[in-house]
């Protein structure tokens, strides 16, 4: 009697729930749990590869859209290190080409050892300064293209004759002249406070005659201290190592090589008219 009571009980329980459902439009559906799948979307991170950052997203993108992009969107390397032109520590995402290197070498000729030490001695060599460096090189090469159009001709000429593009070197030591950082010569040249004279292409030298050069390789001649701004030869009793004969502007010169006696330095084009002869009897003879 029992088990028939509860039987009589669920049948009423149920037909009451299936009254209430049709009454209400719906038909009864089993209870099940819903499973819905779904993706998490993974943020793009940067990933840090010597000091470039490069993101995933998008590493799927053809190429020919790649190669489309302008080149300013591109990251560039960037280099830190010590800028052979200041000394200074910093990040070297400059290049400075072979222009420097002519207006340094003609305005102390001392620095030509400096850079063919490095080899850095073909229109083609660059290397790498600072920013700061950069932009007073660009000033002093501006101020001497507007100096004079022989000028102007002789720095477009050392572009113009590149035949590779070689990747610029980077210079560990620091470049001087005269006892200064070798930055400090472009900045004399940028406030015109420094002139620059460059031997055009018509002055090649030429073999000297022995009407025109009055010291010959090996005589004993006297050189003058020159002291003015930003310069300090010294002088005294010099050995004549060569000499040649050049032209420029229609008149003929002779510039003379000499290695002062006492400090062993040498000089390089000096001119004819600075030197007079020696005194001093050579004993090495």
């Known amino acids: 009697m029992g088990n028939l009571r509860y039987l009589l009980a669920f049948f009423f329980l149920l037909q009451s729930i299936l009254s209430l459902a049709s009454k ?22 940067p990933i840090i590869m010597n000091g470039a950052s490069l993101s995933m997203e998008g590493a799927n993108d053809d190429e020919d859209h790649y190669q489309s992009a302008p080149a300013s969107k591109c990251s560039r390397l960037s280099f830190f290190g010590l800028c052979p032109l200041c000394g200074a520590t910093r990040e070297l995402g400059k290049t400075a ?45 501006k101020v001497l293209r507007a100096s004079s159009s022989n000028t102007n001709d002789v720095l477009s000429s050392i572009l113009d004759s590149k035949t590779t593009r070689t990747p610029a070197k980077a210079l560990l ?5 005269q006892g200064q950082p070798l930055i400090a010569l472009f900045k004399y040249i940028a406030r015109n406070q420094r002139t620059v004279q460059f031997l055009l292409p018509s ?21 003058p201290r020159r002291t003015q701004p930003n310069v300090n030869k010294e002088g005294g009793t010099a050995k004549v190592l060569s000499f040649e004969c050049k032209t420029m ?17 040498v000089q390089n084009d000096v001119d004819q008219s600075l030197l007079t002869p020696s005194t001093i009897v050579d004993s090495s003879e």
Do not use: W
């Not at 089993?30 to 793009?44: A, E, H, I």
């Open 249 to 265: 502007g229609g008149k003929r010169f002779v510039l003379y090589s000499v290695k002062v006696v006492i400090g062993g330095r």
């Open 173 to 177: 030591t620091v470049l001087a002249s």
């Open 203 to 223: 002055m090649a030298a030429e073999p000297a005659t022995p009407r025109e050069n009055i010291f010959a390789v090996g005589d004993l001649v006297e050189l």
């Open 97 to 141: 080409n072979y222009r420097t290197v002519a207006i340094a070498k003609s305005a102390d000729p001392d620095t030509e050892l400096l850079f063919e030490s490095h080899e850095v001695n073909s229109v083609n060599d660059t290397f790498r300064i600072c920013g700061s460096c950069y932009s007073i090189v660009s000033s002093a090469i």
């Open 24 to 45: 209400s439009g719906q038909p009864l559906r089993p209870l099940r749990p819903t499973l819905k799948l779904t993706t998490t979307s993974l943020s793009p991170l």
